[in-house]
């Protein structure tokens, strides 16, 4: 029989402990402490620590005056794992990166669930948000949260819920976004449910915890697989001389049975490159190979060393070569509008575009400085002196505060990745 919950803030001294403040962590924090939740944060950066209790915002979707609000009611970020003890909610949203082999490493979900349960208490809700392979609740951070000599299921809830946080989207954030919630048993998932119904306008729940695991695997190897399709029909397509793009917006037309995908330089992000290689791995401990989502990884993993050779095309075609030329990069994040450069394609394209002896400058108002392989690439804040300077331009992300007029009539050559452009003599479209 479970023991009585501490309930939402009824005699816990905290309703809710955030392990792991980055992009995930701190939306739940921002929309728990709206909804009038008594809600802490614990991480082990004690840089991150002292800039959210200085109210300094370090995430794109949390500004300065978004992080005042929160400190004003109650938030508070610390390093010290004691506050576990006072929590009647616990939620884990940690990394889950791929080691160098391109398996999971799971190393920050070990150390935070072990963290947990050194802390652990009677009744207490334990929900793993970070993304990773199908039973990764039950069969690692279960056993590993007994060993505090409570049981799952009787002693505490133990739930998983994708974190389904996608930076800069301005219209769908995580008070709106349907929430997915699977429990270790009906009571975990019904606990977890009720409390995610507190700050969520929807909340989704499925069998098990390796249901809502696997559908945020679904969900991201969706994505992949179609952006995959379309950056290897772009390949061709060039070959062919057909217009993608133009191919693109006319199947778009149809109202059912087709979703519009566009290619581009390659995919970035925490969540794309990376969850697919997740399912892969579970497919592959059954002793076959997922063929579909490897075959989609080579095609998205080449996209960057394409763009570098349709670069050296275009100059070719000018009786330049790539070897002294000035190229100017826009666009360095891995999406439009933010200064997020995790798995950014980008890094891939000046490293194959420097190996051929290109000059690069890089222009990007989220991103105030960037280095790749440790050496710095010089910054433009000149729009329209960097292309009028350039040899070559390579659009990469079309952020709102590019001039694309500007780009189109004053650049000397540009290779459009992201088909936004007017093609002409000068400009060209992937």
């Known amino acids: 029989m479970l023991f009585p919950p501490w309930g939402f803030g009824v005699s816990a001294a905290t309703d809710l402990t955030i392990i792991g403040l980055g992009y995930v962590g701190m939306p739940l924090a921002k929309e728990a402490t ?12 004690p840089g991150k620590v002292e800039a959210l209790n200085a109210g300094r915002s370090y995430i794109d979707d949390l500004t300065d005056a978004d992080l005042d609000a929160m400190l004003g009611n109650g938030f508070t970020a610390t390093l010290d794992t004691s506050v576990l003890e006072r929590s009647s909610a616990i939620v884990i949203c940690v990394p889950t990166p791929l080691d160098e082999d391109h398996r999971p490493d799971l190393s920050a979900v070990e150390g935070a669930t072990r963290t947990v349960a050194a802390h652990l208490r009677p009744g207490t809700l334990v929900v793993l948000e970070s993304t990773t392979w199908p039973g990764t609740t039950d069969e690692l951070v279960r056993p590993l949260l007994e060993k505090s000599g ?5 002693d505490f809830h133990l739930a998983f819920s994708p974190e389904r946080i996608d930076p800069g989207n301005p219209k769908y954030g995580l008070r709106n976004t349907p929430k997915v919630v699977g429990g270790y048993t009906e009571a975990c998932r019904d ?3 009720a409390f995610y119904s507190r700050f969520v306008e929807r909340v989704v729940p499925v069998g098990g915890t390796r249901e809502a695991e696997m559908a945020k695997l679904l969900e991201n190897t969706y994505r992949h697989v179609n952006i995959a399709l379309v950056n290897e029909m772009a390949i061709f397509c060039d070959e062919l001389g057909v217009n993608l793009w133009e191919a693109i917006e006319a199947a778009a037309t149809k109202p059912f049975g087709f979703q519009k995908f566009l290619p ?5 992000g925490h969540c794309i490159p990376v969850d697919p290689s997740y399912l892969s791995y579970t497919v592959r401990k059954l002793g076959y190979p997922f063929r579909f989502v490897e075959l989609a990884q080579e095609i ?6 394409y763009v570098v050779s349709r670069v050296q095309r ?5 009786r330049q070569a790539v070897n002294g030329s000035k190229v100017l990069l826009l666009g360095v994040t891995y999406k439009p509008d933010i200064a997020d450069e995790r798995e950014t394609p980008a890094v891939a394209v000046a490293e194959g ?3 051929l002896g290109a000059e690069l400058t890089y222009c990007d108002p989220h991103v105030p400085a960037w280095a790749v392989e440790g050496v710095p690439v010089p910054r433009e804040e000149d729009l329209a002196a960097a292309v009028a300077a350039a040899d070559i331009t390579v659009l990469l992300q079309q952020h709102a505060a590019f001039d694309l007029d500007l780009i189109e009539q004053r650049a000397r050559l540009v290779l459009d990745t992201r088909g936004v452009l007017d093609t002409s003599d000068r400009v060209e479209r992937l």
Do not use: F, K, W
Not at 150 to 154: N, Q, Y
Not at 264 to 268: A, E, L, S, T
């Open 34 to 45: 709206a909804a009038g939740l008594r809600v802490t944060g614990l991480d082990v950066d």
């Open 150 to 154: 409570l049981t799952a299921g009787i």
């Open 191 to 193: 606990r977890a449910a």
């Open 264 to 268: 581009g330089p390659g995919v970035g």
């Open 300 to 305: 998205n993993e080449r996209m960057p060393s």
């Open 314 to 318: 275009l100059l070719n075609r000018n």
């Open 353 to 355: 575009l420097r190996d």
